[in-house]
């Protein structure tokens, strides 16, 4: 399942936020974005959020890279 989840504040708009979570496998995740308590949290949240949620599945790369 779940591995890590880390919340971080935008620097510039402390009403803008960033959750990162790390999952054993992507059908982890997508077991987890179809469980009722996920839905409910998410409908939860909706009630705090100027629109819809932004969400994007990421990987860490395969080869090193080098980042500035």
Do not use: C
Request: charged fraction near 30%.
């Amino acid at each position: 399942g779940l591995i890590s989840f880390q919340a971080l504040v935008d620097a510039g708009d402390p009403n803008k936020f960033l959750v990162l979570t790390r999952w054993s496998s992507q059908k982890h995740l997508d077991d987890w974005l179809e469980e009722d308590d996920y839905k409910t949290a998410v409908a939860t949240m909706d009630e705090y959020t100027e629109g819809p949620i932004d969400y994007k599945v990421m990987h860490s790369p395969k080869d090193d890279i080098f980042l500035l």
